[in-house]
């Protein structure tokens, strides 16, 4: 293993909370009017979600199986997703507080789920009082240098003009189509460079040694507070340096301490045991739906920007050609805690994604849930939840049980607690068993423990046979929950001697536990 990688992260299952939008427990008092729980989400309303929600919501997903968290940012915002930060020492107010973060790791703990904070260290909100203090005192504020002023702010010829009019948003569009580079067209008309350009989001100037010293107390404190980790929010885009020293900073307090950066594509550099352990694995998120959903992909539908290109179709080859070449770009132990995720709060819904097709949703949980790394359900995929691009993909998480769907939840509570029971799905080593036209086979194996990994992401029923390496002479299935319901559809296996033979409706998948000759009994 990669020094420093935290062992717990090996046997984890993550839940992302979008916290907003999980659960309003009654418990935080609205300063006003919330946006209707069940109304479509707008880019700026309030659910008025909050931590004590989040608490109620334990004891459901420990059935689901999942026994880590990660959260999405907490701390005072003007910003229903928080990711506009205005004091680092503080939970939201609206959130519950300091108290209701102190509850949701007391109550999380308790139970043996781990809880990773989101930390948004590259820009702050506009109410960030550093930012504040220069608002209101320009050239001559002591923290000028915390962010990234023009000239002539810095000469005291002009201030800064944080809440820009249509006259500078059209000058800054104007800069943009002439080509301008990230931050220029922000610098040069509101006085300093803001994320992407947005007004909302001064950069910070990590370079500067007080605004640093903050940051990496700000890292310090939680961790003390009882936090398991960070998820470290556009982290290519702050120096290598700083990621360094607040490894070393957060480590001197706990060494268990797990850091995720959201880095959109592979980037080895980023994972050598200095700075990261594991990036959040968008690369899986598009091999897997490529092939999961093949048959049903929307084309239509905005995506990221960081997926050029859009997602690709891929056959089994192609998947098992991208895998292999994913798992070859890390040291093995940072394959087995990267962070794979199937969508998150910047992605359309899994269900979207996929057209609608459950099926190409299950296929895509199966493949999720065993294949190397620690995965990630995203609040409501595990009960069919749809929605585009954001604000869609951050809707209010359903009150009404009746609108949750049986399916996919069953059968990704089967997926988890067998990766949970399974050393071999979650620390075995991987092998290709075959590939055809759209059938694939994988072996995760640790010891004696093996098992087979079969999808047909076809219509047409499939009957094939697979060769196995010579010791391994059983299959049995794994029962999972299916909702397709008719009996002569459900998948058989056995080894012949010509190896695995494997009979799979279109469109589905199984797991097969195989034994080995050592468990056969003599003359058997």
Known sequence: MTAGVPAWVRDAVFYQVFPDRLARSGRVPAPGQLEPWDAPPSEHGFKGGDLYGVVQHLDRLVRLGVNALYLNPVFTSAANHRYHTDDYYHVDPLLGGDAALRELLDQAHARGMRVVLDGVFNHTGRGFWPFHHVLENGHQSPYRDWFHLDDDVLSGERSLQAFPGPAELERMAVLHREGAGPGVPSRHVLGYEAWWDLPALPELNLDTPAARALILDVAEHWIRFGIDGWRLDVAEEVSADFWREFRERVHAVDAGIYLLAEIWQPKPEWLRGDMFDATMNYPLLETIVGFAAARSLDGSIRLPAEWQGGLQRLDAAGFWSRVAELGSVYDPGVDRVQFNLLG??????????????????????????????????????????????????????????????????????????????????????????????????????????????????????????????????????????????????????????????????????????MGTRDEVAPGA
């Open 344 to 513: 998150s709060h910047d992605t359309p819904r899994l269900l979207t994604l996929c057209g609608g097709d459950r099926a190409a949703v299950r296929l895509a949980m199966l493949l999720q849930m065993t294949l190397p790394g620690a995965p990630c359900v995203y609040q409501g995929d595990e009960i069919g939840m749809e929605g585009l691009m954001d604000p869609d993909c951050r809707r209010a998480f359903p009150v009404d049980v009746d609108l949750w769907t049986a399916e996919p939840y069953e059968w990704v509570a089967d997926l988890i607690a067998l990766r949970r029971s399974s050393r071999a799905l979650r620390d075995g080593a991987m092998s290709l068993l075959g590939t055809d036209g759209e059938a694939l086979a994988y072996l995760r194996r640790f010891e004696d423990e093996a098992f087979a990994i079969v999808v047909n992401a076809g219509d047409a029923p499939l009957d094939w046979r697979v060769e196995l390496p010579p010791d391994l002479v059983s299959a049995d299935l794994v029962p999972l929950h299916d909702d397709r319901g008719a009996s002569d559809a459900a998948p058989r296996a056995m080894v012949g001697p010509s190896g695995l033979v494997v009979e799979l409706a279109g469109r589905s998948g199984a797991v097969v536990r």
